[in-house]
């Protein structure tokens, strides 16, 4: 066997520039290699459960997406608070309409920023730390799935929603935030049942403060 250079594998400039999109994608989080439908799929990140991070169900992440883009309308804006499911599926290109609404995802996560412009960190720490260029009440319906099970955290995630919304919300939270939720953002419970990855230990529903077809409130 000879040891000259013709000999060293190499590879051709489309299979490198595909193994480089590859580590890139890695570097960001992502778990699979990723053409636009699989990069949007709920759970291409992994849960962080240090995050409190609990993905939805892809029939209920679908539900949700149907629920908000008939809610948000023709053109209408949604936003995503501490929901990424319901942004990916918005965005996986699988839910009728979704090409005619538009989107965005408020994270504390910052591997979301793989979405590029359409990611906004997010702290609830800091209800109204936003970037200047997201206006007050321009957004036509906002989801909100707040990390924790406390007035203290639903209540300044209610302050984000407030600030967000020309009106609609749509939270899902446990159960027993029922009377704060109707406190703070005057929702109702729904008797849609939403379903996790992984089992959750508390009832989990979703709210809403409008007549809402699809969550049968
Ligand atoms: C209970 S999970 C809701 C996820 C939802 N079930 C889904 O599938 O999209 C809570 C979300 O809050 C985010 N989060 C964690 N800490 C946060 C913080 N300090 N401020 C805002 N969001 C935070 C997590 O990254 C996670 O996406």
């Not at 948000?72 to 290109?93: D, M, N, T, W």
């Not at 994270?107 to 990611?119: K, L, M, P, V, W």
């Amino acid at each position: 066997m000879s040891d000259s250079d013709d000999d060293v594998p190499t590879l051709s400039a489309e299979t490198l520039a595909a193994l480089q999109e590859f580590y890139s994608e890695t570097r960001n989080g992502l778990s699979q290699d990723t053409n636009t439908s699989d990069k949007f799929c709920v759970g291409a990140l992994e849960e962080d459960w240090r995050m409190s991070q609990f993905w939805y169900s892809d029939d209920t992440a679908t539900r949700l997406a149907e629920e908000v883009i008939h809610e948000a309308g023709e053109g209408g804006r949604i936003a995503c608070v501490s929901a990424p499911s319901v942004y990916q599926k918005l965005r996986q290109g699988v839910v009728h309409g979704s090409d005619r609404v538009s989107a965005v995802v408020l994270e504390y996560d910052r591997r979301f920023a793989t979405y590029g412009h359409e990611f906004i960190f997010y702290d609830y720490n800091e209800p109204l730390s936003l970037p200047e260029d997201v206006a007050p009440h321009s957004f036509d319906i906002v989801l909100a799935d707040p990390p924790y099970l406390s007035e203290e955290c639903l209540s300044k995630v209610a302050e984000t929603v407030k600030y967000l919304s020309k009106g609609k919300v749509l939270l899902c939270t446990g159960a027993i935030m029922e009377q704060h939720a109707k406190a703070l953002l005057d929702v109702n419970m729904c008797s849609f049942l939403p379903k996790h990855n992984k089992n959750l230990a508390n009832e989990f529903r979703c709210f809403v403060n409008y007549p809402s077809r699809l969550l049968s409130c």
